[in-house]
Nanobody, 120 residues
Framework: QVQLVESGGGLVQAGGSLRLSCAAS????????MGWFRQAPGKERESVAA???????TYADFVKGRFTISRDNAKNMVSLQMNNLKTEDTAVYYC??????????????WGQGTQVTVSS
């Protein structure tokens, strides 16, 4: 079972940028759909972006044009570049992996999360 570890979270001012990384061990990401999710206090977890191993990528409407998901199969990592951050992007961000060739399928493996806080 693949283990996922996120990094790169932190405190940033509105309008700033952060790059989250997710490193995998115990398995390859080359044939896994990878996703980024987030959960803000008092809210349900929501999908942010996902990328299948065939290259299909989807984004939530609220991050389109600001966030970019990418993967480096050689390094067994996936990243989320977040630009023009808004205070409402504040949340714990999770990396997840799925064996399904679908960006909207069930994700089986989850990281522990990394906190992103955007100040005004």
């Amino acid at each position: 079972q693949v283990q996922l570890v996120e990094s790169g979270g932190g405190l940033v001012q509105a309008g700033g940028s952060l790059r989250l990384s997710c490193a995998a061990s115990g398995g390859t990401l080359s044939r896994r759909t990878m996703g980024w999710f987030r959960q803000a206090p008092g809210k349900e977890r929501e999908s942010v972006a996902a990328n299948t191993w065939t290259g299909r990528t989807t984004y939530a409407d609220f991050v389109k044009g600001r966030f970019t998901i990418s993967r480096d199969n050689a390094k067994n990592m996936v990243s989320l570049q977040m630009n023009n951050l808004k205070t409402e992007d504040t949340a714990v961000y999770y990396c997840a992996a799925s064996n399904l060739l679908s960006t909207s399928g069930k994700f089986d493996n989850w990281g522990q999360g990394t906190q992103v806080t955007v100040s005004s």
